[in-house]
């Protein structure tokens, strides 16, 4: 195992020479993730003394308020990306449609990132992140998104936290890094994360109670007698973070309003999910893995229950 310490970029470098037919590209794109995410970091927390906090006056494809950050981080993510050379492809929560890169014809993979994550905590200081999600390119157009999550070949977070840390998995473990600012590097921190069998939070946004489904009403009242304790800071990054290192159970679900709830297969539900199992936990719909769903469209959402095992098993006997 990799020592503690480690800096991401020689970490990636390391896991790829385990595989002799690797080619470098995989490295290589997640190098110019760290790279501009970086940048992100820098931005972000500068924020509040240079002009992007607030609102742009647009409106984005989700029908949300677009945030002056939301526009730097995408436009920040296309920019490096694309000029890395390793992505044919990207779709975003911020884009309408699909950009193909100019210098990515002869790339392996598309990327599909939510490029920050948790909006409404912008303007408050509080945690925001980055999610990414790499399938390999099969055809060159569009269906390439449209893969199944268990296809993912990496993805991975950035919480921009109390301190900044980069979780990433390849489908061999989860590993967390947290940035030294002193020296702007992504150290090593978190050496394969496994989440709890059982935790005692639960996180979910409680407002949409009177709108669920009877089992979920159930459940969480049921966790709430058992001395369960809540947490909600509502950006997905920060929560299931938390419920990544402390067990428990992190849910976006549907309600008698958003038939599919609100969080989106694509940038969120499926990475996040491909996280969660790599450490040993679970991921569904409620009615079916997350990672298991074959997109019909880009922007498409749906209900989430992520989180440990054990809870997940006693969520599924509410349902
Ligand atoms: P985004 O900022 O990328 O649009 O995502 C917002 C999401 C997610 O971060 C969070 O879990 C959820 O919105 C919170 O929604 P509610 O405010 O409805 O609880
Ligand atoms: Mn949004
Ligand atoms: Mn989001
Ligand atoms: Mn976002």
Request: proline share 3%; glycine share 10%.
């Amino acid at each position: 195992m990799a020592k503690i310490g480690t800096d991401l970029s020689r970490f990636i470098l390391e896991e790829e020479r385990k595989y002799p037919n690797a080619t470098g590209s995989l490295s290589l794109a997640l190098l110019a993730i760290e790279n501009a995410t970086k940048i992100i970091a820098s931005h972000i927390k500068m924020a509040g003394l240079i002009d992007i906090l607030g609102k742009t006056g647009k409106t984005n494809i989700q029908g949300e308020e677009v945030q002056k950050l939301d526009e730097f981080s995408n436009q920040l993510l296309i920019e490096h990306l694309g000029e890395s050379g390793q992505f044919f492809a990207c779709a975003s929560e911020e884009l309408d449609d699909v950009i193909y890169f100019e210098h990515g014809k002869d790339a392996k993979y598309v990327i599909a990132f939510d490029p920050l994550d948790g909006s409404s905590n912008i303007d408050v200081n509080v945690s925001v992140g980055t999610i990414f999600s790499i399938h390999k390119k099969i055809e060159g157009n569009e269906n390439d998104f449209l893969q199944e999550g268990y296809k993912q070949v990496a993805a991975g977070y950035i919480v921009y936290g109390s301190s900044v840390m980069f979780v990433y998995t390849t489908g061999n473990g989860v590993n967390g890094f947290t940035l030294d600012p002193s020296v702007g590097m992504f150290l090593l921190s978190h050496p394969d994360i496994k989440i709890p069998k059982k935790g005692k939070i639960y996180s979910i946004n409680e407002t949409n109670y009177p709108k669920w489904e009877e089992g979920l009403r159930k459940y969480i009242d049921t966790l709430k007698e058992e001395g369960y304790t809540s947490r909600y800071i509502g950006s997905m990054v920060a929560d299931v973070h938390r419920t990544l290192l402390k067990g428990g159970i992190f849910a976006y679900p549907a309600d008698s309003k958003n038939k599919s709830g609100k969080l989106r297969l694509l940038y969120e539900a499926s990475p996040m999910a491909f996280i969660i199992e790599q450490a040993g936990g679970k991921a569904t719909t409620g009615k079916e893995d997350i990672l298991k769903i074959k997109p019909e469209t880009l922007h498409q959402r749906v209900p989430v229950f992520l989180g440990s095992e054990e809870d997940i098993n006693r969520l599924l006997s509410f349902l």
